[in-house]
T-cell receptor
Framework: KAGVTQTPRYLIKTRGQQVTLSCSPISGHRSVSWYQQTPGQGLQFLFEYFSETQRNKGNFPGRFSGRQFSNSRSEMNVSTLELGDSALYLC???????????FGQGTRLTVV | SQQGEEDPQALSIQEGENATMNCSYKTSINNLQWYRQNSGRGLVHLILIRSNEREKHSGRLRVTLDTSKKSSSLLITASRAADTASYFCATDGRSAGKSTFGDGTTLTVKP
């Protein structure tokens, strides 16, 4: 069974640009969550999608957005990048509430 | 602030010793999960313990949950150098879907 796949693994962008990250969940998983991990703030919840609907959203500005497709694949977009957006972005999928969440290897975003 | 807070922040032990990490949280939960993260990589799920469970085992791992104290502990017995990693607890609130992570405990196991 393939795990959670995140692409790309590494990304370097310039301030002001936008970026789209992709997450392919484990087959059959309908819940996809996104997290941002930085040394200073730790693991912060961004949002969660379930069956194409955003169910929960963390405390991030509107520059951070996401979506989920009918095949459960998810993308997150960050517009007008800032230096502080440099982080490891992790995606997790699960069958739903109360089930184990499986994480991808993450996308390391560096904003210069 | 984070829902889960791990204690200690850092722990250094010798191979073969036991390691205990604690997690405290603030609001009621459906379940609590422990994860391991090797440097800069994805999180690996270790154990999920539900709010109606008090203890769970998986190999060398033992997790306890005390909902009255809003705390959990992770015990790694007979530690190995390969256990060197950061360990996080994550709580799922009673509302759907998201996990809230603590800042983690960095465990170093010296050979």
């Amino acid at each position: 069974k393939a795990g959670v796949t995140q692409t790309p693994r590494y990304l370097i962008k310039t301030r002001g640009q936008q970026v789209t990250l992709s997450c392919s969940p484990i087959s059959g998983h309908r819940s996809v969550s996104w997290y941002q991990q930085t040394p200073g703030q730790g693991l912060q919840f961004l949002f969660e999608y379930f069956s194409e609907t955003q169910r929960n959203k963390g405390n991030f500005p509107g520059r951070f957005s996401g979506r989920q497709f009918s095949n459960s694949r998810s993308e997150m977009n960050v517009s007008t990048l800032e230096l502080g957006d440099s982080a490891l972005y992790l995606c997790a999928s699960s069958l739903g509430d109360g089930y184990q969440a499986f994480f991808g290897q993450g996308t390391r975003l560096t904003v210069v | 602030s984070q829902q889960g807070e791990e204690d200690p922040q850092a722990l250094s032990i010798q191979e073969g010793e036991n390691a205990t990490m604690n997690c405290s949280y603030k609001t009621s939960i459906n379940n609590l999960q422990w994860y391991r993260q090797n440097s800069g990589r994805g999180l690996v799920h270790l154990i999920l313990i539900r709010s109606n469970e008090r203890e769970k085992h998986s190999g060398r791992l033992r997790v306890t949950l005390d909902t009255s104290k809003k705390s959990s502990s992770l015990l790694i017995t007979a530690s190995r150098a390969a256990d060197t990693a950061s360990y996080f607890c994550a709580t799922d609130g009673r509302s759907a879907g998201k996990s809230t992570f603590g800042d983690g405990t960095t465990l170093t196991v010296k050979p």
